[in-house]
């Protein structure tokens, strides 16, 4: 970390002014006119840091497709690009098949939202990410997946109960490309707000804190492909006792609780719905007892259970991200109380 000192200049009866290192500035690439945005921390210091939003500036990166490319290549650098924050992608592909950088970007805009073609010119095709001004802040897109992902279970257990007919998990499997494109789209916001220390403060976010909620969006993915493997597998089963789908519907129960108390970060939420799901897990262990000999369910009554103690397992993760951010915001507190002191 380096350090610098200023002595500080009045204008006037209320203006104060202070230089700021010229090497700080280059490497910032601050310009003649250019914006800085000053933040009052806590214990009354002051971060400076360049105005990345107010430039107007996108940021762009060069796609350049060369023989060694194939389809899948070309669509991996697109994802890898929209996740972390950029806003235009120009590919170039001198001495390329137009078709198959076509295929790459099919490939790309089928797992992405808001990724469309802008411009086109020799050997060139511009991209731009263009979202949803209701899909911009990350708090809407991880409720929405959530919701996606809930629903389809919530549906997979309607099925079970005989309240809707069988076609409903085909709905259930094909609604999974929406949860990875929110999925996707989340990473991307959060890679956003970490480009911007501004933002980062105005959401109350920092760096570990953002690797703590990648893992939760991570959960709430894999809870929706758990949805997509409880589909296949409920279409193999012919019926269903019960009390298997009353400790699958209290499964989804406590997890969807536990993200509630995620989004809330409501850390004695989280420890009381740990002990709920606890009991799940002592009543899973007995289910498998109890059905073990059942010819009839076989096979498949082991991927049910499987499932069902993933979710239970992520429900755990979940409680242990909020005890972490919550140890994590201590820790911040008590270092500014130190500064202060």
Known sequence: MRSYRRKVQRIGK???????PSS????????NKGEVLLEVLPDMSLRIYKALSSSGKELVAELKVDNNYNEHDIAREIIAYYISGISIIRIFYEGIHR???DKGINIARERLIGLEIIDEDLNVITLQIVVDPNLRDIESVVKRLKRIAMSMHRDIIRYFQGDVDQ???DSVIARDNLADKLYLLALRQ???ILHDPYEMGKKGFDH???MHMVMFIKSLERIADHAVNMAKTAKGIKTIPKELIDLYKETIDVFESMSDALIDMNKQKAM???RQVEKLKIIDEEVRKKFSIDIELGHHLTRFLDIISRILARAIDTEEIIIDINAT???RGFLIEAKQG
Request: charged share 20%.
């Open 14 to 20: 209320s203006t104060f002014i202070v230089t700021l």
């Open 99 to 101: 078709s198959l950088v």
């Open 208 to 210: 570990i804190e953002a």
């Open 329 to 331: 915001r201590t820790l």
């Open 167 to 169: 076609s409903i998990l």
């Open 24 to 31: 700080w500035a280059k490497e910032v690439g601050l310009e």
């Open 190 to 192: 959060l890679a956003q």
């Open 272 to 274: 009381e719905l740990v």
